[in-house]
C-alpha cells in the first residue's frame, strides 16, 4: 500500500524532488504552506513529511525552525538537494524566442547573470513549479519558467538552457518528518535537539562547554526567540553522535546543569551529503 508524502509546494516543486529522492515509489501530497504540510503528518492525512531546513546560499528556512519544536513531530532523517534552476519554456520554443522569465523571486535572484546576459524581463511568482504550470497552461513561445527539471517532466516543458544559477554550489537539506520516534542506532548518527538556558551569566558558554570538553561535534545552532519576549531565547542545535554514546551522555549531562527546558526532535542516521539534482 503506497504511503503519502508531505512536501510544501506544488507538483515539480524542489521540495517534491527530495521527497521523491527519499520515497521514490510513494504517494507525493503536495501542500500550501509549511503549516498544512506538518498538520498533514500530524492528522494522519500523510505518513512523512519532507521539508526544507536550511539552504548553501540563504541559510536557515525560519518557518520550520519555529514551527517543528512544537508540532509534536520527530525527525527521523535528512536528505541534501542540489537546486539546478534550468530555463523551461513550452515545446517547440527556443532560447531567441524568449521575452520574459517567470519564477519565484528567490529563483530570479539566483539566475540575475542570465537574466541580465539575455536581456529577459522578469515576471515574479509565488513559486517555481507554479510557474512551470502557468507557461504550459498559456502555451507563450515567448514565455519561459524557471524551474528544475521535475517541472519541465511533469507539465511537459523543454529544458532550453540548464544550470543558469549563478553559484554552483546551491543545496538544500531537508529533514524527513515522522508521528513516530524512530531512533536510529548508534552509527554514523545525528541528534536534533532543542533548549533554552537558565537566566544565569555566560550560561550558553558553560551550557555547550561539555560539547567541546567531550568532542562532541556540533554541526549546526541556531537561536530564535519564543513567546514575542526579547528574554525567552530557544536554540536548536545539531550534533554528530547518538544519545546513548558515552561523550555525548557527558555533554548532554553537562548541558542540563544550564539549561530549564531541553528535548530531543530525533536521532538519524547522516547523511553523506551526496545531494542530488533536481
Do not use: W
Not at 509549511?34 to 519532507?50: I, N, P
Not at 545552532?221 to 536548536?236: H, N
Request: glycine share 8%; hydrophobic share 45%; aromatic share 10%.
Amino acid at each position: 500500500m503506497s504511503r503519502k508524502i508531505a512536501f510544501q509546494g506544488e507538483s515539480g516543486a524542489f521540495s517534491h524532488a527530495a521527497a521523491r529522492n527519499v520515497f521514490p515509489h510513494d504517494e507525493a501530497l503536495g501542500c500550501v504552506t509549511f503549516e498544512e504540510t506538518l498538520g498533514a503528518v500530524q492528522s494522519g492525512r500523510a505518513d512523512f513529511a519532507v521539508v526544507p531546513v536550511e539552504n548553501s546560499l540563504y541559510g536557515r528556512i525560519t518557518d520550520i525552525h519555529h514551527l517543528l519544536p512544537q508540532s509534536g513531530l520527530f525527525i527521523i532523517g535528512e536528505t541534501f538537494l542540489r537546486v539546478e534552476m534550468n530555463l523551461l519554456g513550452v515545446p517547440g520554443a527556443t532560447l531567441g524566442d524568449i521575452r520574459a522569465v517567470q519564477s519565484l523571486s528567490v529563483a530570479l535572484g539566483q539566475c540575475r547573470k542570465f537574466i541580465a546576459d539575455h536581456d529577459f524581463r522578469t515576471i515574479n511568482a509565488v513559486d517555481t513549479a507554479g510557474s512551470a504550470r502557468e507557461v504550459a497552461q498559456k502555451a507563450d513561445r515567448s514565455v519561459a519558467a524557471i524551474a528544475s527539471r521535475f517541472a519541465a517532466e511533469i507539465y511537459g516543458l523543454d529544458v532550453l538552457a540548464s544550470n543558469i544559477e549563478d553559484a554552483d554550489h546551491n543545496t538544500t537539506r531537508f529533514l524527513v518528518l515522522s508521528r513516530d520516534e524512530l531512533h536510529a542506532p548508534p552509527g554514523n548518527t545525528k541528534t536534533t535537539f532543542v533548549f533554552r538556558v537558565r537566566n544565569v551569566p555566560a550560561a550558553l558558554y558553560k551550557a555547550l562547554g561539555g560539547f567541546a570538553t567531550n568532542g562532541v561535534n556540533m554541526t549546526k545552532l541556531e537561536s530564535y526567540m519564543v513567546g514575542g519576549a526579547f528574554t525567552a531565547t530557544q536554540f536548536y542545535a545539531d550534533i554528530e553522535g547518538h544519545p546513548t554514546d558515552a561523550a555525548v551522555q557527558l555533554a548532554f549531562e553537562e548541558l542540563g546543569f544550564f539549561t530549564d527546558q531541553f528535548r530531543i526532535l530525533g536521532v538519524y542516521p547522516a547523511n553523506n551529503h551526496a545531494s542530488a539534482p533536481a
